[in-house]
C-alpha cells in the first residue's frame, strides 16, 4: 500500500522561503514521475510542479523560478523548496505520484494529505 505523507509546512511572511517533504512508504520514489499540487481556498487544485529522471521538470508559471522539485532517493524523500514566497502561494500542498517515469500531465494515482502553506503579506 502506497502511503505518501507531507511535512514542513507553515507560516511565513512574504519573501520568505519553506522547504516541503514528502516521504514515502510502499513506494520508491527513485526514477518515476512525483509532482507537488496546490489547492487554495475558493480554487482548484493546480499542479505546482512535477519531474522524473527522464522527462526532467516542469513547473507551473506562477512559480517558475522560485519553486525547486527535488528528490532523494537514499531517503526516499521528495522535496519542494519555495523561495520567495508570495500571498498567493497560500494554499494546501500535496504530493504525488505515480508508477512511471513518464512524466506528461498531472494525473496522478498516489497522494499525500496535505500540509498548509500561510503566507503574510
Known amino acids: 500500500q502506497v502511503q505518501l505523507v507531507e511535512s514542513g509546512g507553515g507560516s511565513v511572511q512574504a519573501g520568505g522561503s519553506l522547504r516541503l517533504s514528502c516521504a514515502a512508504s510502499g513506494y520508491t520514489f527513485s526514477s518515476n514521475c512525483v509532482a507537488w499540487f496546490r489547492q487554495a481556498p475558493g480554487k482548484e487544485r493546480e499542479g505546482v510542479a512535477r519531474g522524473s529522471m527522464i522527462s526532467g521538470t516542469t513547473y507551473a508559471d506562477s512559480v517558475k523560478g522560485r519553486f525547486t522539485i527535488s528528490k532523494d532517493n537514499a531517503k526516499n524523500t521528495l522535496y519542494l523548496q519555495m523561495n520567495s514566497l508570495k500571498a498567493e502561494d497560500t494554499a494546501m500542498y500535496y504530493c504525488?505520484?505515480?508508477?512511471?517515469?513518464?512524466?506528461?500531465?498531472?494525473?496522478?494515482?498516489?497522494w499525500g494529505q496535505g500540509t498548509q502553506v500561510t503566507v503574510s503579506s
Open positions: 504525488a505520484a505515480r508508477g512511471s517515469g513518464a512524466c506528461s500531465g498531472w494525473n496522478f494515482p498516489y
